[in-house]
């Protein structure tokens, strides 16, 4: 079957949004829709132009007999600033206050939509970092884990407070919490990562980074490597902060309980270079 080019360009567009990060080399397109090189040269050249007008990523193209094309995932930063907006407006609802200063954001961690956007932005943030894996902790980070992997196509580990007979041997490590600074436990399956990998890790919430410091100690366990921290909500603390470098979208300043006020900004997502 002869394909036109109309239909090449709407099938092509779609593998590459679902192969992101993945060197495809030219001769797989020319085979799948019966064409010449040129003609799917072609096609790419107009595809790379769309993406990059529409602020949907960037079509990399790499050279040589073992090359190809790579999509990478790309957010403008009016969009992440939109992104930033919805959230905070989202969150800054009083009927969302915990005790403790905590906020309940289990339905955003839920909106398959949201959290869409959330994982292109951090991708978009570390698309040029070699990450292996996406590590987060049970249970809330773990819808934002997936959204990244989903958009650097790397899997993901989620780490547990306990051991469970399914994940056979583990590895576990006490560590402080921040907030409480009481000792708690972390465990992850021996078989979740190899040795050398690059880790990306992620958490919905972070007050002093008692856990995100727990994940990375976790990580010198398995000799891998600390990739990069991203943070949905980070909180104002009088403590100094355990993890420094991250990057953040909002940033709770203030909750006054009695007031059932709460006190939003723009996290550090552009001042720390999380930008185009």
């Not at 992101?20 to 132009?49: G, H």
């Not at 949201?114 to 773990?142: C, L, Q, Y």
Request: some cysteine; aromatic content about 6%.
């Amino acid at each position: 079957m002869k394909w036109k080019r109309s239909e090449r360009l709407v099938d092509m567009t779609h593998y590459l949004l679902d192969h992101p990060q993945q060197l495809i080399p030219l001769t797989l397109f020319a085979d799948m829709y019966q064409s010449a090189k040129s003609s799917i040269s072609e096609d790419l050249t107009i595809i790379k132009e769309t993406f990059e007008e529409k602020g949907i990523g960037l079509l990399m193209t790499v050279p040589g007999a073992a090359g190809g094309v790579k999509y990478m995932p790309k957010m403008r930063d009016e969009a992440v600033r939109e992104l930033i907006h919805d959230l905070m407006e989202e969150l800054g609802h009083s009927d969302r206050l915990l005790p403790g200063g905590y906020l309940y954001m289990t339905d955003l961690l839920g909106n398959p939509e949201m959290m869409n956007r959330v994982g292109k932005v951090f991708a978009s943030a570390f698309a040029k970092e070699p990450i292996d894996v996406i590590m987060t902790v049970a249970t809330k980070g773990i819808s934002i884990a997936h959204a990244i992997a989903r958009h650097l196509n790397v899997p993901v580990v989620v780490v547990r407070r306990d051991s469970k007979v399914t994940e056979g041997s583990t590895v576990s490590i006490n560590y402080v919490s921040g907030s409480s600074r009481r000792i708690q436990t972390m465990v992850l399956s021996k078989r979740s990562m190899k040795s050398g990998q690059r880790v990306l890790i992620t958490d919905d919430f972070m007050k002093v980074g008692g856990t995100m410091n727990g994940m990375k100690n976790l990580l010198e366990e398995f000799n891998c490597q600390l990739a990069g921290v991203a943070v949905l909500v980070e909180t104002e603390h009088a403590d100094e902060q355990l993890i420094e470098n991250y990057l953040s979208l909002v940033k709770l300043h203030e909750v006054n309980e009695k007031e059932r006020t709460i006190a939003l900004t723009e996290g550090n997502y552009f001042s720390k270079g999380g930008k185009e």
